[in-house]
């Protein structure tokens, strides 16, 4: 089994015609390797770039995760975590890096501290502000 970065799984993942020889070596890689390990700064950096590069809304995004999860070709760091990250993704106004955040401090007994509003609406989530 190998690693990949980011942008070796976006190319996987993601036609780009402004980058074909790099989705054709990936994809070439990614058959040949069978499986992937997919760390999880990797599954973060992966919503960026489908969201900031290339525009995909929510629902686009969760699909791509959707795939991620249920994939064999793709082996995940902290799986259970980021199945859990995923569907706080899906069915609430958060971020998916908040969501793998407090999935990975629950797994800690650790509550979270934040200043975003809309994350400290999630149980475990604490808003920090001046009392």
Known sequence: MQAVDTNVLIRVLVTDDKQTEQVRLARQFA???KTLFVPQVVQV????????????????IVHVLHHL???EAFQLQNES???????????????FSDSL?????????????TFDKKFARLSNVKYLHSE
């Open 69 to 71: 999860v249920t994939n």
């Open 101 to 113: 955040i407090l999935m990975e401090s629950r797994k800690e007994n650790c509550d979270v501290v």
């Open 81 to 95: 975590e980021f199945s859990e990250a995923l569907r706080l993704f899906q069915n609430n106004n958060v971020d």
């Open 31 to 33: 058959k040949k390797a």
């Open 45 to 60: 950096e992966l919503v960026w770039v489908l969201d900031a590069a290339y525009g995909l809304d929510k629902s686009e």
